[in-house]
Antibody, heavy 120, light 108 residues
Framework: EVQLVESGGGLVQPGGSLRLSCAAS????????MHWVRQAPGKGPVWVSR????????TYADSVKGRFTISRDNAKNTLYLQMNSLRAEDTAVYYC?????????????WGQGTMVTVSS | EIVLTQSPVTLSLSPGERATLSCRAS???????LTWYQQKPGQAPRLLIY???RRATDIPDRFSGSGSGTDFTLTISRLEPEDFAVYYC?????????FGQGTKVEIK
């Protein structure tokens, strides 16, 4: 089955860290740019970060630059998001998503999302 | 960054009616790189339209997209019960790619 499955979300205190994972299956993971997109409750989605097909190029939204790190392991078909120095405003559902073709492109595949709550 | 403003915020219609959703960009969207997504409660967004007017795989032809530059429209020709949801536009012509705040299509 062609799918993306996120894991690793949970409740964390402000200033804490969390590592999200996204397991891909059913397609050639190493061929695609991959992204993290987050969505706060009741709000629209917000792009967070992207990584190229071999993991050598990464880009971040200004709001997470210096705190979050995106990476991938193509041998394990897995995408990661290391989140440090978490803030209340990072609270959201985090989705991994696949670019259609280009680095910036329509997202034609999404995971089911994992909830991250930053609160004391 | 490009700000996308969607209108209306809520659209109250009956099944069988036509829905017209608007997405306006704060500056021109390069190459009409504009998408539309549908999202139902507790689910991830689902790609409907990319490149402003191209239907994604397996999307029914009652969904159509149009527009260019700064003004884009998603039209649902005849609403089916499963179409009541929130719709988001996204531009990917300029970095960072950005999303609108959504239009909720609800049953009247």
């Amino acid at each position: 089955e062609v799918q993306l499955v996120e894991s690793g979300g949970g409740l964390v205190q402000p200033g804490g860290s969390l590592r999200l994972s996204c397991a891909a299956s059913g397609f050639s993971f190493s061929d695609y740019w991959m992204h993290w997109v987050r969505q706060a409750p009741g709000k629209g989605p917000v792009w967070v970060s992207r990584v190229n097909s071999d993991g050598s190029s990464t880009t971040y939204a200004d709001s997470v630059k210096g705190r979050f790190t995106i990476s991938r392991d193509n041998a394990k078909n897995t995408l990661y998001l290391q989140m440090n120095s978490l803030r209340a405003e990072d609270t959201a559902v985090y989705y991994c998503a696949r670019s259609q073709w280009l680095p910036d492109d329509a997202f034609n595949m999404w995971g089911q999302g994992t909830m991250v709550t930053v609160s004391s | 960054e490009i700000v996308l403003t969607q209108s209306p915020v809520t659209l109250s219609l009956s099944p069988g009616e036509r829905a017209t959703l608007s997405c306006r960009a704060s500056q021109s969207v390069r190459s009409n790189h504009l998408t539309w997504y549908q999202q139902k409660p507790g689910q991830a967004p689902r790609l409907l339209i990319y490149g402003a007017s191209r239907r994604a795989t397996d999307i029914p032809d009652r969904f159509s997209g149009s527009g260019s530059g700064t003004d884009f429209t998603l039209t649902i020709s005849r609403l089916e019960p499963e179409d009541f949801a929130v719709y988001y536009c996204q531009q990917y012509g300029s970095s960072p790619q950005t999303f609108g705040q959504g239009t909720k299509v609800e049953i009247k």
